[in-house]
C-alpha cells in the first residue's frame, strides 16, 4: 500500500485545513487508515482513524475531538481529515496511516505510512 498525503500548509489560528491522503496498492485489504502528527521534540500522536470498510467506524484523539474530523471516499481510495478552529499547538507533521489488520492508537500498529505533510498555525 501506497499512501500519498496533501493539503498541509500554512494558516492563521482559528482556521481550517483539510489534508487528503490518497491510497493505492492493496487497499482492499486495509482496515483502518488514519492519522497522527509529529510536533518538533515531541513523540508522534494519534489523531484519528477510520475503517476502511463497513459503515467507517471512526477513532479520534479525546483532545481533538469536535474540532477534527475524519471521513473516507472508498471509490477514490482517499481519507480526509477535516481540521477546524486550528490553534498553534496544532502544528506538526501529519502522517497519513494504514492498517491491515485492526484499530490502534500506537504508531507501532500501524503497517504503511506516507511522508507526511507539514501543518503550520500561527497565532
Known amino acids: 500500500v501506497q499512501l500519498q498525503a496533501s493539503g498541509g500548509g500554512l494558516v492563521q489560528a482559528g482556521g481550517s485545513l483539510r489534508l487528503s491522503c490518497a491510497a493505492s496498492?492493496?487497499?482492499?485489504?486495509?482496515?483502518?487508515m488514519g492519522w497522527f502528527r509529529q510536533a518538533p521534540g515531541r513523540e508522534r500522536e494519534f489523531v484519528a482513524g477510520?475503517?476502511?470498510?463497513?459503515?467507517?467506524?471512526?477513532y479520534y484523539a479525546d483532545s481533538l475531538k469536535g474540532r477534527f474530523t475524519i471521513s473516507r471516499d472508498n471509490a477514490k481510495n482517499t481519507v480526509y481529515l477535516q481540521m477546524n478552529t486550528l490553534k498553534p499547538e496544532d502544528t506538526a507533521v501529519y502522517y497519513c496511516?494504514?492498517?491491515?489488520?485492526?484499530?490502534?492508537?500506537?504508531?507501532?500498529?500501524?503497517?504503511?505510512w506516507g511522508q507526511g505533510t507539514q501543518v503550520t498555525v500561527s497565532s
Open positions: 496511516v494504514a492498517s491491515m489488520t485492526r484499530y490502534s492508537g500506537y504508531a507501532t500498529e500501524y503497517d504503511y
Open positions: 477510520i475503517r476502511w470498510s463497513g459503515v467507517g467506524t471512526t
Open positions: 496498492g492493496r487497499t482492499f485489504s486495509m482496515y483502518v
